[in-house]
């Protein structure tokens, strides 16, 4: 059973940074992407940014330039780099790990951003 627990959340005053880690269970090596995912109060789930296997990167263009994914294989983590934060980052992020037989969720952690 995979499993994919987040960490890193946190309240962050206005232009600072956070770290998320994406622990995943069993081999990352059986994803062929992953990614973070946010979820802000009364608004649709969206990409935030993601990353094949390959190494491929892609980001959503609101946090093009601000965010970074990552990962460490000889972790089994994923990260999400996030610089330069904005009130409207604040949102429940979410991993995700994409494989062929379907889509794998962490539980969220919440990111709060104000000051």
């Known amino acids: 059973q995979v499993q994919l627990v987040e960490s890193g959340g946190g309240l962050v005053q206005p232009g600072g940074s956070l770290r998320l880690s994406c622990a995943v269970s069993?081999?990352?090596?059986?994803?062929?992407?992953m990614g973070w995912y946010r979820q802000a109060p009364g608004k649709q789930r969206e990409l935030v940014a993601i990353m094949t296997s390959g190494g491929i990167t892609n980001y959503a263009d609101s946090v093009k330039g601000r965010f970074t994914i990552s990962r460490d294989n000889t972790k089994n983590t994923v990260y999400l780099q996030m610089n330069s934060l904005k009130p409207e980052d604040t949102a429940v992020y979410y991993c995700?790990?994409?494989?062929?037989?379907?889509?794998?969720w962490g539980q969220g952690t919440q990111v709060t951003v104000s000051s």
């Open positions: 995700n790990g994409k494989r062929t037989v379907g889509d794998y």
């Open positions: 069993g081999s990352i090596f059986s994803m062929y992407a």
